[in-house]
Structures are given as C-alpha cells and as structure tokens.
C-alpha cells in the first residue's frame, strides 16, 4: 500500500491484515520502488508526496512487480479519476473500507481466475457477494 498518510495507511493495514492480508507500507514513490518483494496487488493513493500514484502504478505493473492495481484516494480532480481509472479501480477514501476491501476481493478474484485458467468472474448481476481474498482450502483451513 503506497499512502503518505500515516494515520491512515496504518489503519488501512491493520483492518487487511484483520481480513488475512499481508500489508506492506511505503508512504512514497521512492519507498514502493523499493519494496523488497512482489505483490498480487497494490494499493496506491493518487497525490503522492514525491509523485503521482498513476504512474508508480502503472510502472510497478510494467515491472511485474504488482500483477493487480487498485486507487483508494481522496482526490477530486475527475483528470487524475480518469486517468486512474484506466489502469484500475478508484475508491475513494470517502467511501470507506468496506468499499476498499470489496474491490481488492474482487480484483483478486479475478486475478485468481485468469491464473487458473477460468473465465472472468463478474458480479455485477449475481445475487451471491463476491469472494473473500482468503480461501477455504475445504479441510478447514484459511490459505
């Protein structure tokens, strides 16, 4: 998760973490291109400190370093919406963390299908809510 507000991103990671998430902060360009590892999916607030989160978005997925993008920010300017929104979901922060974890669900879910070879999942007009980011391996056990 890449958000330069500490109060915030500590929150945020706690509640993932809550849900089975592994979390890892950076409050800045130069701390997520840092990141000693790779990631199913990245969070990333738009208004950086040290850059735009748009591009350290769509830079970390050239790199292979995140497979999957999700924007969770507070910005209103509808051109920096826009050009979040073609590389990958918006949520705004007023919406929430139900919001934000809905959408991380369903982009993994998603992620978890193209892998396995499956078609796309959609929710849209299923009346079932979408899956959770931790599975039931069926003995059990959360994976």
């Known amino acids: 998760m890449v958000e330069d507000e500490v109060t915030l991103a ?6 993932l973490r ?9 409050g800045s360009c130069e701390e997520a291109r840092q990141a ?3 990631f199913s999916l990245g969070i990333f607030d738009i ?3 040290d850059g735009d989160g748009v591009d350290l978005a769509k830079e970390l997925s050239q790199l292979g370093a995140v497979r999957r ?3 969770f920010s507070g910005t209103a300017e509808a051109t920096q919406q826009a050009g979040a929104r073609k590389v990958g979901p918006l949520v705004e922060k007023s919406r929430g963390f139900p919001d934000l974890l809905a959408v991380i ?3 993994l879910a998603t992620q ?10 959609s929710f849209g007009s299923s009346s079932r809510p979408p899956p959770s980011g931790i599975r039931d391996n069926g003995n059990g056990k959360k994976n």
Do not use: M, N, W
């Not at 998430?21 to 950076?26: E, I, K, P």
């Not at 978890?112 to 999942?121: L, Q």
């Open 18 to 26: 809550r849900h089975g998430y592994d979390v890892y902060l950076a």
């Open 10 to 15: 500590r929150s945020v990671a706690r509640l």
């Open 47 to 49: 208004d950086l400190p």
């Open 69 to 71: 993008v999700v924007f």
């Open 36 to 38: 000693p590892s790779t």
């Open 105 to 107: 669900e369903l982009a």
């Open 112 to 121: 978890h299908a193209k892998v396995s070879g499956a078609e796309d999942i």
